[in-house]
């Protein structure tokens, strides 16, 4: 909260409204009185306390001073003319906001040294809450003493050293001090940010900071700092403005204040310990075979120790030490790098700083280090994007399920700035958070960003301020390399002076390839096409063909942040946006015959598994994405994909991969689990199926069959060896009764390495077959050398219902608008009820009425059209209609028939009287929301030739 200095006026008692002004309502807000538990009696004999405080604007509150006397202490006025140890008294107490008043400045400053002084010779200093635009560093504390204080307000208060006389009287409720205050004036009104050498005794969180009470000793006395408000209890007729639970909860805290300070005069109070600052870290990070590396920051009342030493010991062995020192270049982390390790072994390891141990001191933790890259192995590893930095359960979750690594893709944590200082604190603060810490400190850590690390939301390479979150990045992460030097070199140091982040590791059976899409985009032309911008820049994809050609490892992940398809939303910050070099990433994979590789993003808040069948050459190519581990999740990015296997829309999901190359085939398995270790989904696969195919046969397009009716069925067979082949023979199998001719050649004398060929079939289903889905299989024999090979695949026709017209003989003659290509109007006609038409809305978008019109090739006795509306968002869908035919594509005559679609997304069937016709329009006349737009999911002519 920042406040201006308060008029004249209210040193009188007036009442003034300051920045966040407020009225008081006296006792009207007060909530009911409290019925506290019976507490022993504190043991208090004369003492004096010296106060100043001060009715300021903002609560037009005091109450120190009648707390104090409540409590058996005398009370008098604090003279400023006198300097501390003339005072007369044990106890020196500033009340709340008092540094508004001139008093509280002058005297401070000018009787530093003799607060002092009172201090040392064993007398007690209390500060209350205080503004922080004045004196916000605590000046008159000894060094190592120090305290800082910050805007920041919090309505509760958590105990931390639950034995400490201050505390150990206070009433508890669902672990936090001070509740049912009146919430006009909040409870810790500004607040503690850092300290030096002094305890936290209360807290404004949970975590144990903000710090909401400190103690720190200097001789034989104490000073007390808090943020809290709690001596705020009357108004200027001395009327309580709090409820009685809350004034009781002030009057026991300074009745055990009193007693405290007697403890301190005679020596028994018990000894201040002090709470160190929050440790970054520690954070395991690049672990191979024989080396690892560890990173962590001191807290800032650790960094006069610049040298530390980490020792490291195997279960079995001998251990180690290693020494680095704070990297002031690096926001003051630490980074060791272990090297002599033996693989496969489980390592603990503890940071201490090199010369006197500090008490209370705890830096350790374990990892374990990879498996011989050419020893069978099985591994389980966690993945994850999209995390706050908050406490999370889901980190509990990671440990539980045995992941012995884990690999950050990006928004981990939430950044949204290019300030070098807020980034820093921001990574900082991330690495703080105890459950995060549990998983950092446990096992290696490797990372990426995405849009939010990186500086904002849907930001590319063009970014002004980059530099900064590079420069935070590789401040608090530790992989191997972090992108390249300006030579085009791996860059192994973290230095502001690099490009991009990427990186890659093993890890035993699998090799992640760390790509950075972030960084380069938009900054020079595409290596895959000059005309368009880069994702990666031609240096990391140089290193990437390098990485992968000299890849042994049985799996292989290309993962970044963002997806590897279109997000499909007006954000271009996905691979859909850089196709051009992701297909010629892919198509690399497939050429050099590359086996075992899929493919990671995050960033969407949704969870997916693609499967992308024979892109590079496999039975299968998947695409994982994982996201987002909080709790927001974003339903409509979980759009329609032909390659879709599965998907979710689940907050706090990671994935569990677990890798097997004990057995044969060697498999991988990706289940994506909530925090709460539900299983969402799972693929499973292995490493025959990840691997490039000698051949491929398959079935092309969607087909229905008339019964009755010869239907041409397709089928292509695909040389996808290195080498020639020869006595290729491709044979259809029909279910029984059912009838196949080949009209085009099943049998070739050879393929060249790449070369497809297909074959047409002839298929008639028997007049009375049954409608609905009807098995194919086709098989394809070919001599590679000398041996032969053998290649199937299952297939699947859709026979129609008496009285449909296939989908094949249709086709668009003309549309009103559509958004080309991805709404275009073929998307009413291709049989997948998951696209749609849509008119156009892009650009020059088009009012009612909208209309299509199918052309079914020749003519038709039409008796009824299908309307289907989009299945998934409510855009587009059409209520009022009319339906025409012609023969000729121009002349009319009146609608066939109208009427209006009902809401919903089920599909409405319109007949009308049988008519002869070719063409077949849908006119749009209205929409069911209101709004502009028309289009279609899918739409089915009845009839007959």
Same mark, same amino acid.
């Given at each position: ?34 019925? !506290? ?6 043991? &208090? ?34 003279? %400023? ?7 007369? /008294? ?5 009340? #709340?906001?008092?540094?508004?008043? %001139? ?20 007398? /007690?200093?209390?500060?209350?809450? +205080? ?7 605590? @000046? ?68 144990? $900071? ?140 503890? *940071? ?78 991330? !690495? ?12 290696? *850590? ?12 849907? /930001? ?84 990437? +063909? ?42 690399? &994979? ?43 999740? *974003? ?26 190359? #004990? ?11 909530? $925090? ?6 799972? &693929? ?28 041409? /069925?397709?089928?292509?067979? #695909? ?66 050398? $000398? ?9 699947? &026709? ?13 086709? *668009?003659?003309?549309? @009103? ?25 892009? @650009? ?102």
């Amino acid at each position: 909260m920042t406040r201006k200095p308060p008029p004249t006026s209210s040193a009188s008692g007036a009442f003034t409204t300051g920045r966040r002004g407020f009225l008081l309502g006296g006792a009207a807000a007060a909530a009911a009185a409290v019925v !506290l538990p019976s507490t022993p009696a504190l043991a &208090v004999t004369s003492l004096r306390a010296a106060v100043l405080e001060y009715r300021d604007p903002w609560t037009n509150a005091t109450g120190l001073a009648e707390l104090l006397r409540k409590a058996g202490v005398t009370v008098v006025d604090l003279d %400023p003319a006198k300097s501390a140890t003339e005072q007369g /008294v044990e106890l020196i107490a500033f009340g #709340t906001f008092t540094n508004n008043a %001139p008093t509280y400045g002058a005297y401070i400053t000018t009787h530093a040294d003799s607060i002092r002084a009172f201090v040392e010779a064993g007398g /007690v200093v209390l500060d209350m809450a +205080q503004s922080d635009q004045y004196h916000s560093t605590v @000046s008159y504390l000894p060094a190592p003493l120090g305290a800082t204080r910050n805007d920041t307000d919090y309505d509760t208060i958590h105990p931390v050293a639950l034995d400490h006389p201050l505390v150990s009287h206070l009433r508890v409720s669902d672990g936090k001090v001070f509740t049912g205050r009146s919430t006009q004036i909040r409870v810790s009104w500004e607040s503690l940010l850092d300290w030096r050498r002094m305890r936290v005794l209360l807290a404004c969180t949970a975590t144990g $900071r903000p710090p909401a009470l400190l103690e720190g000793a200097h001789g034989r006395g104490r000073f007390l700092l808090t943020s809290l408000t709690i001596d705020k209890c009357y108004n200027a007729t001395g009327a309580p403005i709090q409820p009685a639970g809350a004034v009781a909860d002030s009057e026991m805290f300074f009745t055990a204040l009193a007693s405290y300070v007697q403890t301190v005069i005679a020596g028994t109070a018990p000894e201040v310990v002090p709470t160190l600052q929050p440790i970054a870290g520690p954070l395991v990070g690049d672990t191979g075979t024989e080396h690892s590396r560890i990173l962590f920051r001191p807290g800032d009342d650790l960094l006069d120790r610049s040298l530390w030493v980490c020792a490291f010991t195997p279960e079995h062995g001998e251990s180690g030490t290693v020494q680095a020192s704070v990297s002031a270049a690096n926001d003051s982390t630490v980074l060791f790098d272990l090297q002599g390790l033996r693989p496969q072994t489980a390592y603990t390891y503890s *940071i201490t700083p090199a010369g006197e141990p500090i008490p209370g001191l705890d830096i350790s933790g374990s990892f374990v280090t990879a498996a011989p890259e050419n020893k069978p192995a099985k591994l389980v590893m966690g993945l994850g994007s999209c995390v706050w930095t908050e406490s999370n359960h889901i980190w509990d979750r990671i440990r539980a399920e045995g992941c012995e690594a884990f690999v950050m893709l990006g928004d981990t944590p939430y950044i949204d700035s290019t300030n070098l200082v807020t980034a820093r604190s921001k990574q900082r603060g991330f !690495l703080q958070v105890p459950q995060v810490n549990a998983v950092t400190r446990s096992m290696p *850590i490797w990372a990426t960003w995405d849009d939010h690390d990186f500086g904002g939301n849907d /930001v590319h390479g063009e970014l002004a301020g980059k530099r900064n979150n590079r420069t935070a990045f590789v401040d608090y992460r530790a992989n191997a390399t972090f992108g390249h030097d300006l030579a085009g070199m791996p860059l192994t140091v973290r230095t502001e002076a690099g490009e991009g982040i990427y990186t890659s590791f093993r890890r035993g059976p699998i090799e992640f390839f760390v790509l950075d899409p972030r960084w380069f985009s938009r900054t020079e032309q595409s290596w895959a096409d000059s005309a368009k911008t880069t994702a990666i820049g031609r240096v990391q994809w140089e290193w990437l +063909q390098q990485k992968l050609l000299a890849s042994t490892a049985t799996f292989k992940c290309l993962a970044t942040g963002m997806i590897w398809d279109d997000k499909q939303n007006g954000e271009s910050d996905d691979w859909g946006t850089y196709a051009h070099e992701r297909d010629m990433i892919l198509d690399f &994979v497939k050429e050099n015959r590359i086996g075992g590789v899929f493919l990671l993003g995050g960033d969407i808040h949704v969870s997916r598994a693609l499967d992308y069948g024979h892109r590079v050459g496999y039975d299968e190519f998947w695409q994982f994405i994982v996201s987002p581990m909080h709790s927001s999740v *974003i339903p409509s990015l979980n759009v329609p994909h032909p390659s879709l296997v599965h998907s979710a829309v689940e907050p706090h999901v990671f994935v569990r991969l677990e890798v097997d190359t #004990t057995v044969k085939p060697e498999t991988l398995t990706a289940t994506w689990i909530n $925090r709460d270790g539900a299983r969402i989904f799972e &693929v499973s696969t292995d490493s025959e199926r990840l691997s490039p195919q000698d051949a491929w046969v398959a079935f092309e397009g969607a087909v229905e069959v008339v019964p009755g009716e010869a239907t041409i /069925v397709t089928t292509a067979f #695909t040389n996808n060896s290195a080498k020639r082949m020869h006595s290729i023979a491709v044979d259809l199998r029909v279910p029984a009764g059912w009838r196949v001719e080949a009209t085009s050649p099943a049998e070739f004398d050879e393929l060249a390495h790449g070369e497809l060929v297909r074959t047409t079939w002839a298929v008639t289903a028997p007049a009375d077959a049954a409608a609905g889905s009807a098995e194919l299989s086709v098989t394809g024999t070919y001599k590679p050398r $000398r041996s032969e090979g053998t290649v199937s695949a299952a297939g699947a &026709v859709n026979v129609l219902p008496a009285g449909v017209i296939p989908r094949s003989r249709l086709s *668009i003659a003309g549309v @009103s608008s559509e958004e080309a290509p991805g709404d275009a109007a073929v998307r009413a006609i291709d049989g997948n009820p998951a696209t749609f038409w849509h008119t156009r809305w892009s @650009s020059q978008v088009p009012a009612y009425p909208h209309w299509i019109t199918l052309d079914l090739g020749s003519e038709h006795s039409v008796e009824g059209l299908g309307h289907l509306p989009r299945q998934v968002g409510t855009n587009g869908r059409m209520k009022g209609y009319e339906i025409y035919l012609s023969n000729d594509n121009a002349t009319w005559g009146s609608a066939v028939a109208a009427g209006a679609f009902p809401d919903g997304t089920a599909q409405t069937n319109v007949p009308f009287a049988a008519t002869r016709a070719r063409y077949v329009k849908l006119v749009g006349l209205s929409s069911q929301q209101g709004g502009v737009w028309g289009g279609a999911a899918e739409l089915t002519v009845f009839g007959r030739r």
